[in-house]
């Protein structure tokens, strides 16, 4: 990877692989690494070297006899049936849902969340971040005809954007985001004296409204027309419900 030192941006490829960049050094990277085949082939090359250290066998079974002798150790403890299963951090949305419709959405959440603990913390640690003074909006605009072009050639894809001042939510603005290691848009919306974050980026397929909470503070999760949308906030859970319901409903012509 000779080449590689020709690129000043390296450090930070390495740092964004250690997860130590904040959002807006992360998203200013993916747009230099998109243009740049150095960073690009950097990224590569230690996404493939964790690819291999995680295929090693790097641990070996501990031996029959030595697990004889825990076991005598231990009595029955080995032998205990395992504990009860935590309750799951996430709970289904929404009670106007079939049974039918909830247990299929319920099966799908379930089947795709084990990586979604990191990434509710990702996202809570985001919405907190930007609450520090001057990195909420990167566009501080109530005109959705505004805040949409915004994101234009900044991102990969283009984000709906919608107003609901009428309904009591209304918009605030824009910025870049970083979450589930791609840059992100993030609407910013009002609830009285409360800030709303949503977090969207593109994703395939549907899936029902699932709400989860995170240090005092309330998500909803949905996915529709090719996008994944992610709610946070500390306003109350029936309210973030709501501004998530707002969404879900068909957009005015």
């Known amino acids: 990877m000779s080449e590689a030192r020709d690129c000043d941006k390296l450090l930070l490829v390495q740092a964004e692989f250690d997860g130590e960049l904040d959002a807006a050094a992360a998203a200013s990277l993916a747009a230099h690494r998109a243009g740049c ?35 005598a150790r231990l009595g029955a403890r080995l032998a205990a049936p395992p504990p009860a299963p935590r309750r799951a951090w996430w709970r289904p ?15 799908a959440f379930l089947l795709w969340s084990p990586a979604q603990p990191g990434l509710v913390d990702q996202l809570v640690a985001g919405h907190i971040r930007a609450l520090q003074p001057g990195h909420l ?6 005109d959705r005809h505004t805040v949409k072009p915004w994101f234009d ?16 939510f209304p918009l605030a603005g824009g910025r870049l985001d970083y979450a589930d290691n791609r840059p992100v848009a993030a609407l910013v919306y009002r609830r ?11 994703a395939a397929g549907e899936a029902a409204p699932a709400t989860a909470e995170r240090h005092g503070y309330n998500l909803v999760h949905w996915r529709a ?23 879900q409903a068909p957009a005015p012509p």
Not at 39 to 65: I, N, V
Request: glycine share 8%; proline share 6%; aromatic share 10%.
């Open 37 to 71: 085949p150095v960073c690009r082939a950097a990224a590569a090359e230690l996404a493939a070297t964790r690819s291999l250290l995680r295929g090693a066998d790097l641990y070996q079974p501990m031996p029959a006899a030595a697990k004889a002798r825990l076991a």
């Open 93 to 107: 949305a929404f009670g106007g849902f079939g049974a039918g419709a909830l247990a299929a959405a319920s099966l």
């Open 137 to 142: 909006e990167d566009v501080a605009s109530s």
């Open 153 to 168: 050639g900044r991102l990969d894809f283009a984000p709906p954007v919608r107003d609901f001042a009428a309904e009591g």
């Open 192 to 202: 009285d004296r409360h800030i709303i974050d949503l977090f969207v980026w593109p």
């Open 225 to 247: 027309g090719g996008m994944e949308f992610w709610a946070v906030s500390d306003v109350e859970a029936a309210q973030l419900a709501e501004f998530a319901r707002l969404w």
